[in-house]
């Protein structure tokens, strides 16, 4: 048997003739009435009966005519499906996020990705910037989603793509920023309030702020950031944080946060390994969702959600 035999036996069914299916394929018709006669004889059963204005189907050529339908439609169907396939994404990719990225970024990634491209299969590693770029050189992840700082610009093994920025804010509990009623943050707030920070966000805020090693402050360190929002809500200290970072803490009232004047700004890149992947459609996927998430969180920041609204429980994550 052959495709175009059950091809043909549909087209005669549905058609009703021999001389309106032979027009409907464009063979001649003792060509088809051929083929028809060489799948009767293959399968020792008749097909069709002769009636006056064409034919119809026996009981055997109706289980036949059924189940070419299913054939002939199944076989329609390939070429589409097999253009549509090439545009999927597939296969595996390691994204590497730096701690403070993992609230505002890791699950919305993980399932946006598995709606878009459902084979496309996304192993999330959260570390230290320095320890994912020198995991991207090695070629043990993909890719990596973190905070631009200033050791980046000599590593030259590695591409780097802007793909959005966060505010930094000094945060803290409502008593502990009672006696500062200052809609903004200025240095002064930041030499007379007890500070933890990052060394990464210290030098940032520091920076920006115009303050240096010998300016009165009451700064101190700690280099999980993590920890410094567990101390920060227990209400030990304030601290300079990514809004995207604390924006469930903010939105639920543990915290209140109050951009800095002038304004601190954290830049988001991504790296890939110089020359390697950097093109790779999945490796675009993953920067386009990130881009947009970040997007998205930047815009919801003129807006806040209500409490109510927010339906993102906090989340515990280990490191910077």
């Given at each position: 048997m052959e495709l175009r035999q059950f091809e043909y036996f549909s087209a005669i069914v549905r058609d009703g003739?021999?001389?309106?299916?032979?027009?409907?394929?464009?063979?001649s018709q003792p060509a088809l009435s051929k083929q028809i006669q060489s799948l009767e004889h293959e399968l020792g059963v008749v097909l069709l009966d002769r009636i006056p204005n064409g034919v119809r189907p026996t009981e055997a050529g109706r289980r036949l005519a059924e189940m070419c339908?299913?054939?002939?439609?199944?076989?329609?169907?390939?070429k589409p499906a097999v253009?549509?396939?090439?545009h999927q994404l597939g296969g595996n990719v390691t994204l590497g996020l730096s701690p403070s990225l993992v609230p505002a970024?890791?699950?919305?990634?993980?399932?946006?990705?598995?709606?878009?491209?459902?084979?496309?299969?996304?192993q999330i590693v959260e570390s230290l910037p320095m320890f994912v770029t020198d995991w991207i050189d090695a070629g043990r992840i993909d890719i990596g989603v973190f905070r631009r700082w200033p050791a980046l610009s000599g590593m030259t093994r590695l591409d780097f793509t802007d793909i959005?920025?966060?505010?930094?804010?000094?945060?803290?509990?409502?008593?502990?920023?009672?006696?500062?009623?200052?809609?903004?943050?200025?240095?002064?707030d930041v030499g007379s309030?007890?500070?933890?920070?990052?060394?990464?966000?210290?030098?940032?805020?520091?920076?920006?702020?115009?303050?240096?090693?010998?300016?009165?402050?009451?700064?101190?360190?700690?280099?999980?950031?993590?920890?410094l929002k567990a101390l920060v809500v227990r209400?030990?200290?304030?601290?300079?944080?990514?809004?995207?970072?604390?924006?469930?803490e903010i939105s639920t009232g543990l915290l209140e946060a109050r951009p800095f004047d002038p304004s601190v700004r954290s830049h988001v890149v991504s790296a890939t390994r110089a020359g390697r992947r950097a093109s790779s459609p999945a490796i675009a996927a993953v920067i386009e969702v990130c881009r947009d998430r970040l997007d998205e969180l930047t815009r919801s920041r003129l807006?806040?959600?209500?409490?109510?609204?927010d339906p993102e429980p906090a989340e515990r994550v280990v490191g910077q």
């Amino acid at each position: 048997m052959e495709l175009r035999q059950f091809e043909y036996f549909s087209a005669i069914v549905r058609d009703g003739s021999f001389s309106r299916a032979a027009r409907t394929l464009h063979v001649s018709q003792p060509a088809l009435s051929k083929q028809i006669q060489s799948l009767e004889h293959e399968l020792g059963v008749v097909l069709l009966d002769r009636i006056p204005n064409g034919v119809r189907p026996t009981e055997a050529g109706r289980r036949l005519a059924e189940m070419c339908d299913v054939i002939v439609g199944y076989i329609d169907q390939i070429k589409p499906a097999v253009r549509a396939a090439s545009h999927q994404l597939g296969g595996n990719v390691t994204l590497g996020l730096s701690p403070s990225l993992v609230p505002a970024l890791a699950e919305h990634v993980h399932t946006t990705l598995a709606a878009l491209h459902p084979g496309l299969h996304i192993q999330i590693v959260e570390s230290l910037p320095m320890f994912v770029t020198d995991w991207i050189d090695a070629g043990r992840i993909d890719i990596g989603v973190f905070r631009r700082w200033p050791a980046l610009s000599g590593m030259t093994r590695l591409d780097f793509t802007d793909i959005g920025s966060d505010e930094v804010m000094l945060v803290g509990t409502s008593s502990m920023l009672r006696g500062h009623p200052s809609p903004t943050a200025s240095a002064e707030d930041v030499g007379s309030l007890p500070i933890v920070m990052t060394p990464a966000f210290k030098q940032l805020v520091w920076t920006r702020l115009g303050l240096t090693e010998s300016s009165p402050t009451n700064t101190s360190e700690i280099d999980s950031i993590n920890l410094l929002k567990a101390l920060v809500v227990r209400g030990d200290y304030c601290s300079a944080m990514p809004w995207n970072f604390v924006r469930h803490e903010i939105s639920t009232g543990l915290l209140e946060a109050r951009p800095f004047d002038p304004s601190v700004r954290s830049h988001v890149v991504s790296a890939t390994r110089a020359g390697r992947r950097a093109s790779s459609p999945a490796i675009a996927a993953v920067i386009e969702v990130c881009r947009d998430r970040l997007d998205e969180l930047t815009r919801s920041r003129l807006s806040p959600p209500s409490p109510s609204s927010d339906p993102e429980p906090a989340e515990r994550v280990v490191g910077q």
